[in-house]
């Protein structure tokens, strides 16, 4: 049996924001709210290298952003229809 799938064409229009600091994710969720998603951005790519509390290793222990703050972040983006 042949099925039809109707692919999508949407672009993605996406910010790429690198080493984010857990002092600062209020300032990345205003630049969410009143840049990215007024502009219709529907992307954003958070590079985190080293720069985050990584629970599985922690000799690699940072300042970076915890599990529960890059969740906060999703959360926030999605709210505004960013992925």
């Known amino acids: 049996m042949e099925r039809e799938v109707e692919a999508e064409n949407k672009q993605w229009i996406a910010y790429h924001l690198i080493g984010l600091q857990p002092d600062k994710l209020d300032t990345a ?5 009143e840049g990215l998603a007024p502009l219709g951005f529907n992307a954003l790519v958070l590079e985190v290298d080293y720069s985050f509390q990584f629970k599985s290793h922690p000799e690699l222990e940072t300042n970076g952003l915890s599990k529960d703050q890059a969740r906060e972040l ?9 992925r």
Do not use: P
Request: glycine share 8%; proline share 0%.
């Open 29 to 33: 969720k205003q630049l969410v709210a």
């Open 74 to 82: 999703t959360e926030f983006c999605r709210s505004h229809g960013i």
